[in-house]
Nanobody, 135 residues
Framework: EVQVVESGGGLVQPGGSLRLSCTASGFSFSNYAMSWVRQAPEQGVEWIAGINSGGGSTYYSDSVKGRFTISRDNAKNTLYLQLNSLKTEDTATYYC????????????????????????????WGQGTLVTVSS
């Protein structure tokens, strides 16, 4: 059974930083590309960052590029998102998401490299962690 637990959210002032974590179990974590997505109040889900199975390649949406950093530790089955220079518009619930297919380089590049996710529906299993940016 796939289980995912996100943590690390909270209240932070504009310009501040947070580090989110996502610990996964129930699947071979190191075989899959992973992403972070977010959902702001009364808005749709937005893909913001993706990372390949080995952790050496990352892609970001234009809305967070240069401010957020995705990383992973396959030995710990854990995905991270470092959030810097936070803005009020970053307020959202953040979820980690699993690629539906075992990693394959060409498919990964085609799906993740365009500044927005353009692949098969990602799998979101956790409850998310709320980030609130407010003064």
């Amino acid at each position: 059974e796939v289980q995912v637990v996100e943590s690390g959210g909270g209240l932070v002032q504009p310009g501040g930083s947070l580090r989110l974590s996502c610990t996964a179990s129930g699947f071979s974590f190191s075989n899959y590309a992973m992403s972070w997505v977010r959902q702001a109040p009364e808005q749709g889900v937005e893909w913001i960052a993706g990372i390949n199975s080995g952790g050496g390649s990352t892609y970001y949406s234009d809305s967070v590029k240069g401010r957020f950093t995705i990383s992973r530790d396959n030995a710990k089955n854990t995905l991270y998102l470092q959030l810097n220079s936070l803005k009020t518009e970053d307020t959202a619930t953040y979820y980690c998401a699993k690629d539906p297919k075992v990693f394959e380089e060409a498919s990964y590049i085609a799906s993740y490299s365009g500044g927005a996710y353009n692949g098969p529906d990602l799998e979101v299993w956790g409850q998310g962690t709320l980030v609130t940016v407010s003064s």
